[in-house]
């Protein structure tokens, strides 16, 4: 079955770095695009970033463009989010997601706390 498995939250002070991780099983990574969403508290879900399977091409939101990188590996069948920058806004849980036959699916998510 379908599995996303994310990694690599935790707290950071404002300014700081992380890298998060999404490992995916189940399906051919390499043939579906993959996003990264995030939700804070109080707060609806956010598209944070994509990426297309084929070509590469990525997406971000506004707040966050020129700041997080997303990448993938199709030899690891693993998504990235590399975030520089933080600011405390960025608090969230992180969850990687994609969309197979207009089925979503996601993983459980990690939290990036982001506090001085």
């Known amino acids: 079955q379908v599995q996303l498995v994310e990694s690599g939250g935790g707290l950071v002070q ?3 770095s992380l890298r998060l991780s999404c490992a995916a099983s189940g399906f051919a990574f ?3 695009a993959m996003s990264w969403y995030r939700r804070a ?3 609806e879900r956010e598209l944070v970033a994509r990426i297309t399977s084929t070509s590469g091409s990525t997406n971000y939101a506004a ?3 020129g ?3 997303i990448s993938r590996d199709n030899a690891k069948n693993t998504l990235y989010l590399q975030m520089s920058s933080l600011k405390p806004e960025d608090t969230a849980a992180y969850y990687c997601n994609t969309r197979l ?3 979503d699916y996601w993983g459980q998510g990690t939290q990036v706390t982001v506090s001085s």
């Open 101 to 103: 036959i207009l089925i």
């Open 41 to 43: 508290p109080g707060k």
């Open 14 to 16: 404002p300014g700081g």
């Open 63 to 65: 707040s966050v463009k």
């Open 30 to 32: 390499s043939s579906y």
């Open 67 to 69: 700041r997080f990188t």
